[in-house]
């Protein structure tokens, strides 16, 4: 029988691994989901990327899915006048808007307004952190900020201002020509830099609607104010990543394992895909193998009950992409049986306050599921929510997600144990149990006999729709082999 991890991998591609033999690689290692990080790289070469990536799926008969990674508004510095600089801690030194003539003591932003809106006392870090500024005094063309954390400034590199609120647009022109470049090559998903507010997502969709397209949306949790307003972010879209990163930069370091755990807690309960992300195997970056801490915190991502991790410079520029995935899938394997088990002792509660139905038949399954030892539950849908809020229980048997969308198939690659399989339905309940047990037993999901709880509803092509379950022994005859419930 097919043995797979439940956790889902997510695969950055990047130089070292947008060739046809590195992602056919990544794909047999378990890679469920690509990103796409439109932050680096040119249209052109994210479409070769994009093409080697679906033909590889199709050599693999594989169900995976594509996420397109929109820059957002990065602020970074200007040109730095004669080239790197190293900061003492005590200098001076005088933000000054761009065009202007740079002396020794002088920087630049990219951000017009950076003046204007950074205000006395508020922290100026560059380069993730490294050099840390406090702003002063303010003239109409200058801002003067004092080192408190020295170190090296160069060209180009980033700025965070977490105490500042700014009035960045919350997507540029830039992030607008790949939302535009992603609908046309029908990505699946779209994940949003910066996110500050529910406003924000709600503009992505109304874009990406605006444009003909269906991608689901990604919210990226790096700023402090994402995490103030978190519930009202988290029922504004379709999946979160907790991009630790940024988010470590602009909040206490410290703070950020705690933050994790509270987002994953909270899209648990609203039936939210959660992603956990950044350095999640960095010494892979340019080693064999990870460190132990590495694995520790992969394993806890897990045991948090994170729906995926992310693989970022491991996959893209590393030495060793396909190693990164095998490391992840070994220790989603080992990890997966004890937090199944924690999380049935803990019983957990997912009720999506839009679904309610929905929410109740997916926590019906699931204790159904348990209860006779369900083989697998198949659920069939239109647009995935049932299979999405079914795989938050963390349940001990394969969930099989079921659609004739190839589209909505794809997209259920981002789901916690779910095996997207395109199917029809084939209208009757006798047909349909005929299809679905050919398909299962063709794939090694299910042998003949095996007890299975199968999903559906009355009326598939109408949303919220899903109202019945059936207890059914794979291969069974018509003789009463399943119990309408």
């Known amino acids: 029988m097919t043995v797979v991890n439940h956790t889902r991998i997510i695969a950055t591609v990047g130089p070292a691994s947008a060739n046809d033999e590195t992602l056919r690689a990544l794909i047999d290692a378990g890679t469920n989901v690509f990103r796409l990080n439109f932050s680096h790289g040119t249209p052109d070469q994210h479409a070769d990327a994009l093409a080697r990536i679906r033909r590889a799926a199709a050599d693999r008969e594989a169900m995976v899915a594509i996420m ?32 202007q003539p740079h002396a ?17 006392g508020h922290r100026i870090l560059i380069d993730d952190g490294q050099v840390v500024l406090r702003a002063g005094e303010r003239t109409a063309d ?3 900020a004092t080192c408190e954390v020295g170190g090296v400034v160069s060209d180009r590199k980033g700025i965070n201002l977490p105490d500042t609120p700014l009035s960045l647009p919350a997507l540029t022109q830039r992030d607008e ?3 535009a470049w992603s609908v046309r090559h029908g990505l699946d998903y779209v994940a949003l830099s910066f996110v500050r507010c529910a406003d924000d997502l709600v503009l992505l969709r109304r874009r990406i609607t605006e444009l003909g397209g ?11 104010q994402a995490v103030e307003r978190l519930a009202e972010i988290i029922d504004a879209c379709d999946v979160l990543l907790v991009a630790r990163g940024d988010l470590g930069v602009e909040m206490d370091v410290a703070q950020v394992p705690l933050v994790q755990k509270e987002i994953v807690r909270q899209c648990g ?9 950044t350095q999640m195997l960095q010494s892979m970056v340019t080693q064999q193998a990870p460190t132990r801490a590495e694995v520790s915190d992969v394993a806890n ?5 994170a729906d995926a991790v992310m693989l970022s410079a491991e996959t893209a520029v590393g030495c060793c992409p396909a190693a990164a995935v095998r490391m992840i899938r070994r220790i989603a394997m080992e990890t997966e049986p004890l937090m199944r088990r924690l999380a049935k002792r803990g019983n957990r509660e997912v009720m999506a306050a839009a679904l309610r139905v929905t929410s109740a038949v997916a926590r019906g399954a699931a204790l159904l599921a348990r209860d006779l030892n369900a083989k697998l539950i198949a659920v069939w849908t239109r647009v995935g929510n049932t299979p999405s809020l079914l795989s938050k229980h963390r349940l001990e048997m394969p969930i099989v997600g079921l659609s004739p969308n190839e589209a909505v198939c794809r997209r259920m690659a ?9 199917l029809e339905h084939g209208g009757s309940d006798e047909a349909m149990l005929a299809r679905l047990d050919d398909a299962l037993i063709r794939r090694g999901l299910a042998r003949p006999g095996d007890l299975t709880i199968v999903i559906t509803g009355t009326e598939l092509t109408r949303p919220g729709s899903t109202n019945t379950l059936l207890i059914h022994l794979v291969g069974a005859t018509t003789a009463m082999p399943h119990e309408r419930m």
């Open 68 to 99: 397109g990674d929109l820059p957002g508004p990065k602020i970074r510095l200007g040109v730095v006048a004669g080239g790197p600089r190293l900061l003492a801690a005590g200098q001076t030194m005088r933000f000054v808007r761009a065009a």
């Open 104 to 120: 020794a003591d002088e920087l630049e932003s990219n951000y017009s307004p950076f003046i204007d809106e950074v205000q006395p």
């Open 142 to 144: 200058a801002l003067l």
């Open 177 to 179: 020509e790949y939302l």
């Open 214 to 224: 269906d991608l689901r949306t990604v919210a990226k949790i790096e700023k402090p």
């Open 269 to 277: 309960y609203a039936g939210r895909p959660v992603i956990i992300a």
């Open 301 to 305: 991502a897990i045991l948090d009950c």
């Open 414 to 422: 981002m789901l916690y144990g779910v095996t997207p399989i395109r």
